[in-house]
């Protein structure tokens, strides 16, 4: 057998897990993906170009406009207006490059609360205001409104990018809560039953099982249909996020009943016991915390279904409903196939939701390898 380096056997586990964890780049590199996804959610109102209510619907499904720079002109977007197709009749827009709407960083916009009463009107990116006034851009005769849609707008001419970054706060906020739940229930009930044993273990087991045995989406039906129509968005927001950790704790008790089952008879656990510590303590304080790794790896793992399960309830209509703004509710526009055939960037929450479900199974993946004492070996 090779000898360990000296520094390695003196770390703890914990910083054995970060220094494997450093070596998978891709589970790093989907860690700040994550990080940055829920910075922009916290910031939504900064990072928005828009305001939540800001509409134009002169500008109705007005397609993607891309920024440019140049020495010039600095960064800036060509204008684009709306006409119509003498032959189909169809309403489309055309791009002036006579027309150079002036882009710029931390620009004054729509004003929006932080704090209590306190407001600000500052965005990180969108249309400078000021070179735009100075332009002549906000009393053109023509009717043109300087704006700039970076992936398009809906039917109401609503920003999509900007309606992305506030939806962003309830779609990712709802797989942390939902985890929140079931990682109360997972650990506690999946405790017991490993712990005790005997009839407890066969009697939440088979508990366990008939959950597991539902159909989520007829489920889902019918909680839908119980849930009143008269709930505020807030309301609505907290049962779906206990209906999902309701339906999602079964896998996670599984895990920690397996592993107390193989824990509980080592000799710190049965010296602990002879002590007279009680059956809390022995659970909570010696047994559970020698798999936490392994917890954290199977609630990394589990977001992406509880973002995916809040997705699919707004999009059946089931969930969420407008006014509220989720990744779901957004997706409702496109049960209309035409409109996504004529429109594809209506289909943007769904790249969201790729990139956001994908970078949870990457770092769930480093983290399971990372915790795994036999990997490498």
């Known amino acids: 057998m090779s000898e360990v380096p000296k520094q390695i056997a003196t770390l703890s586990q914990w910083q054995l897990i970060r220094l494997r964890f450093r070596k998978h780049k891709l589970a790093v590199f989907s860690l700040q993906i994550l990080v940055c996804l829920y910075l922009v959610a916290l910031a939504a109102p900064f990072f928005a170009p828009y305001s939540l209510d800001s509409k134009n619907l002169d500008y109705a499904y007005a397609p993607p406009q891309m920024p440019r720079w140049s020495f010039q002109d600095g960064w800036h977007t060509f204008g684009v207006y709306q006409e119509q197709d003498p032959v189909t009749l169809k309403n489309q827009y055309v791009q002036d490059r006579d027309i150079r709407v002036p882009l710029g960083f931390f620009v004054r916009g729509d004003s929006y609360s932080i704090i209590g009463n306190w407001k600000g009107n500052l965005r990180f990116f ?133 592993k107390i089952l193989a824990l509980r008879e080592e000799d710190y656990a049965v010296a602990a016991r002879l002590l007279g510590a009680s059956h809390g303590r022995i659970l909570f304080r010696h047994l559970i915390p020698g798999f936490t790794s392994h917890i954290i790896v199977t609630l990394t793992l589990s977001v992406p279904g509880m973002i995916l399960g809040e997705t699919a309830l707004s999009f059946l209509g089931l969930g969420l409903r407008p006014p509220i703004v989720s990744w779901g509710v957004m997706l409702q526009d496109c049960l209309n196939l035409q409109v996504v055939a004529n429109y594809p960037w209506m289909l943007m929450p769904v790249i969201a939701i790729i990139i956001t479900v994908l970078s949870f199974n990457f770092l769930g993946d480093g983290l399971r390898d990372a915790a795994d004492p036999y990997a490498g070996r």
Request: glycine residues 12%.
């Open 126 to 258: 969108g249309v400078d205001l000021n070179k735009a006034e100075a332009r002549g851009l906000l009393d053109d005769p023509d009717n043109y409104y300087p704006g700039f849609f970076l992936t398009g707008t809906d039917r109401y001419g609503r920003d999509i990018f900007s309606r992305l970054i506030y939806g962003s706060r309830i779609s990712l906020s709802i797989g942390l809560f939902s985890i929140f739940i079931a990682f109360i229930l997972g650990l506690s009930i999946g405790g017991i039953s490993g712990y005790l044993g005997g009839k407890v273990d066969i009697f939440i087991q088979r508990v366990i099982e008939v959950l597991n045995s539902f159909p989520h989406i007829p489920l889902w039906l019918a909680i839908g249909a119980v849930l009143p129509q008269s709930w505020s968005s807030l309301q609505v927001y907290f049962a779906i996020t206990l209906v999902l950790s309701l339906l999602n704790w079964t896998g996670l008790a599984r895990v920690v009943r397996g």
